[in-house]
């Protein structure tokens, strides 16, 4: 099947950091850019982070910017969040999107930020 599987998010105290992976299969990854995105409780879904294909170029959120790196492994098919200097405003489900012929979505992985 054509996936994406999120993991790595839970519980981290105001200032931690968590690493998110996104491992993906069924289609050809190198070929597909991938956003991160996440779903604030109450709010509207927003664009968190996205990579190219090659992983040669970066967009962030300026919510985000400076404290979170998006990077992907092409080799292992997968594509990786670094959080840092997380604050609760982080808290969220956290979800990855692969962008090209198809869109695929993972099931989320939800990060909370609290002390």
């Known amino acids: 099947q054509v996936q994406l599987v999120e993991s790595g998010g839970g519980l981290v105290q105001p200032g931690g950091s968590l690493r998110l992976s996104c491992v993906a299969s069924?289609?050809?990854?190198?070929?597909?850019?991938i956003n991160w995105y996440r779903q604030v409780p109450g709010k509207e879904r927003e664009l968190v982070a996205a990579?190219?294909?090659?992983?040669?170029?970066?967009i962030y959120a300026d919510s985000v910017k400076g404290r979170f790196t998006i990077s992907r492994d092409n080799a292992k098919n997968t594509v990786y969040l670094q959080m840092n200097s997380l604050k609760a405003e982080d808290t969220a489900v956290y979800y990855c999107?692969?962008?090209?012929?198809?869109?695929?979505w993972g099931q989320g992985t939800l990060v909370t930020v609290s002390s």
């Open positions: 999107k692969a962008d090209g012929y198809l869109e695929v």
């Open positions: 069924g289609f050809t990854f190198s070929r597909y850019a």
């Open positions: 990579i190219n294909s090659a992983g040669g170029s970066a």
